[in-house]
């Protein structure tokens, strides 16, 4: 196959994916919905609290936003990539994932390009965010607006790859909204998208390490030190790390001779 047929399929799926985002216009206003009632309503009371003890990296920033904004940015990356597994569950039900499995296209080819049209998708998401946060009084450097961008790409690949792992397990799209509640929410209150993690350890050594573990941590992490021009070489391991396991166990899960499908047919 030649490189233009490549890019003809990814185009082709990136499509599909944009189209669907457009069409579905509640979709878009959810995404945003549920970061500004944080930041308009809950960050308020953030401000003083957080505002009184300020630690590095963060002694130049005293404000709440600098804790609370990249948490809200990695929500939306989080509902995005669930809901982006969601559409996977509802593809193999009405066949469509079958038929784009058996392309002579190979099947992480196909998976990845999902995965990244989604993340485009939650990335727009993400900065019509911020642009309604900036009248919110939520300005962080100009140039922080292109260093996020690397993290935001990084950190919904492996939210979005973490996504299609669980989808791969789901087999009726009902049961995947009580899935989608309970990963989603453990994950994002036991992180640090609210809450620095040193103030965690003052309230509850357990909680800590759950929060110092938990991978929606380190993409919260990586997003707010990019937003702030800075870079956590730490939180860029956990969150690669995690993206390359997340990914390759989706792979693996969707393959017709080991996974999901080879499940199906026994179980038939």
Same mark, same amino acid.
């Given at each position: 196959?030649?490189?233009?047929?490549?890019?003809?399929? *990814? +185009?082709? #799926? =990136?499509?599909?994916?944009?189209? %669907?985002?457009?069409?579905?216009?509640?979709?878009? /206003?959810?995404?945003?919905?549920?970061?500004?009632?944080?930041?308009f309503?809950?960050?308020?009371?953030?401000?003083?609290?957080?505002?009184?003890?300020?630690?590095?990296?963060?002694q130049?920033?005293?404000?709440?936003?600098?804790?609370?904004?990249?948490?809200?940015?990695?929500?939306?990356?989080?509902?995005?990539?669930m809901?982006?597994?969601?559409?996977?569950?509802?593809?193999?039900?009405?066949?469509?994932?079958?038929?784009?499995?058996?392309?002579?296209?190979?099947?992480?080819?196909?998976?990845?390009?999902?995965?990244?049209?989604?993340?485009?998708?939650?990335?727009?998401?993400?900065?019509? *965010? +911020?642009? #309604? =946060?900036?009248?919110?009084?939520v %300005?962080?450097?100009?140039?922080?607006?292109?260093? /996020?961008?690397?993290?935001?790409?990084?950190?919904?690949?492996?939210?979005?790859?973490?996504?299609?792992?669980?989808?791969?397990?789901?087999?009726?799209?009902?049961?995947?909204?009580?899935?989608?509640?309970?990963?989603?929410?453990?994950?994002?209150?036991?992180?640090?998208?609210?809450?620095?993690?040193?103030?965690?350890?003052?309230?509850?050594?357990?909680?800590?390490?759950?929060?110092?573990?938990?991978?929606?941590?380190?993409?919260v992490?990586?997003?707010?030190?990019?937003?702030?021009?800075?870079?956590?070489?730490?939180?860029?391991?956990?969150?690669?790390?995690?993206?390359?396991?997340?990914?390759?166990?989706?792979?693996f899960?969707?393959?017709?001779?080991?996974?999901?499908?080879?499940?199906?047919?026994?179980?038939?």
């Amino acid at each position: 196959m030649t490189p233009r047929m490549w890019l003809t399929a *990814f +185009l082709g #799926i =990136a499509r599909r994916e944009t189209l %669907r985002f457009v069409n579905q216009r509640g979709r878009f /206003l959810a995404a945003l919905v549920r970061p500004l009632v944080w930041l308009f309503i809950f960050a308020a009371g953030f401000r003083a609290v957080l505002g009184l003890s300020i630690t590095p990296p963060y002694q130049t920033y005293v404000l709440y936003e600098v804790y609370v904004t990249p948490g809200l940015c990695a929500m939306i990356q989080l509902f995005n990539g669930m809901q982006s597994s969601l559409s996977m569950v509802y593809d193999r039900e009405t066949g469509a994932m079958r038929t784009l499995l058996v392309s002579p296209f190979p099947r992480w080819f196909l998976l990845a390009s999902k995965l990244v049209a989604g993340v485009l998708v939650s990335i727009i998401q993400v900065y019509t *965010f +911020l642009a #309604i =946060a900036w009248f919110w009084d939520v %300005r962080p450097p100009m140039g922080g607006y292109l260093t /996020l961008l690397p993290a935001l790409f990084l950190s919904g690949l492996m939210l979005g790859a973490m996504g299609l792992f669980i989808s791969s397990a789901i087999r009726q799209l009902e049961n995947f909204a009580g899935v989608m509640n309970f990963v989603i929410f453990p994950m994002f209150f036991a992180s640090t998208a609210l809450y620095p993690l040193w103030r965690m350890r003052e309230s509850s050594v357990l909680l800590h390490q759950i929060c110092a573990i938990n991978p929606f941590s380190h993409a919260v992490e990586l997003i707010r030190f990019a937003l702030y021009q800075r870079f956590d070489p730490l939180s860029f391991c956990v969150v690669s790390g995690c993206l390359i396991l997340f990914f390759a166990a989706a792979v693996f899960m969707y393959d017709p001779a080991k996974g999901l499908w080879a499940r199906r047919k026994g179980g038939a």
